[in-house]
């Protein structure tokens, strides 16, 4: 129990801003102290008859009658008005949802026969101008991101746009088929009929610029499209293990 002279001290020291180092003795002078049972009944006790009773400071209030909880209502939920343009109806919504909105419903949005304006010359069906090209504006020694050239020259031919062009083109042809189990819908790869490091070494290609001039590389005949469960047995030097995303593993 705290003796009158500790009790004096502590409602003494209420209201006052105390400094960090004091606040920080007594935050270490607290670490690993232990509380009997008793001490931990007594503060629960304390802390019921503390909240028991107590009345909200709103409790009663409305809108009309006290200014307070109108502002509060307004932060809450700040709505702005609109008239509908095809029943006339007046309806509210968020300020956040309320931009350009001009109809209370679907169903008077479908009623009034407006569709949407779409200005864009891209249709559906057309492809892209750019598709399969590079742009040397942004492309090698003057991207922002250039590093010297520190990239593997097969990594730099595996990630063009050109090879995925060309796998993509292989897998058309194939109908996105395994051609040795006839799987489709799963995980599939292009597999080279004449390795891919024979072909750059025959026709010594030594830079990305000598690999987009060389046919051999860009031949979809020397590809197939296979699962990779069959690349696995066909390729030695594939990985015998793979998982996907369906959590498959080969072998």
Same mark, same amino acid.
């Given at each position: ?6 009790? *004096? ?13 004091? @606040? ?6 607290? =670490? ?5 049972? *008793? ?27 006290? *200014? ?9 939920? $700040? ?38 304006? =779409? ?30 050239? =520190? ?15 060309? $796998? ?20 599939? *790869? ?33 590809? @197939?499209?296979?699962? =990779? ?23």
């Amino acid at each position: 129990m705290a003796t009158k002279k500790q009790s *004096e001290y502590w409602t003494s020291l209420k209201g006052k801003k105390q400094s960090p180092d004091i @606040i920080e003795k007594r935050r270490k002078a607290l =670490i690993g102290r232990k509380v009997s049972e *008793e001490t931990k009944k007594k503060i629960g006790e304390k802390n019921k008859i503390s909240l028991l009773g107590k009345i909200p400071w709103n409790k009663g209030l409305t809108k009309g009658t006290d *200014e307070r909880v109108k502002i509060i209502g307004q932060r809450r939920s $700040r709505r702005k008005e609109h008239r509908c343009q095809k029943c006339n109806k007046i309806f509210s919504l968020p300020t956040s949802h309320s931009r350009g909105r001009k109809f209370c419903s679907i169903e008077c949005y479908r009623k009034s026969g407006i569709k949407r304006n =779409i200005n864009s010359q891209f249709k559906k069906g057309m492809i892209p101008w750019n598709k399969g090209k590079r742009l040397p504006q942004i492309s090698g020694s003057n991207n922002h991101l250039w590093k010297g050239g =520190i990239t593997p020259l097969r990594r730099q031919i595996r990630t063009s746009a050109k090879y995925n062009q060309w $796998r993509g083109n292989v897998f058309e042809r194939d109908r996105y088929t395994c051609q040795l189990c006839n799987k489709s819908g799963c995980y599939l *790869e292009v597999h080279h009929k004449k390795s891919f490091n024979e072909v750059i070494e025959e026709n010594n290609v030594d830079s990305l610029e000598k690999s987009y001039g060389c046919k051999e590389l860009w031949d979809i005949n020397n590809g @197939i499209t296979l699962c =990779i469960n069959c690349h696995c047995k066909i390729d030695k030097h594939r990985k015998r293990t793979y998982s996907i995303k369906s959590k498959e593993v080969y072998k």
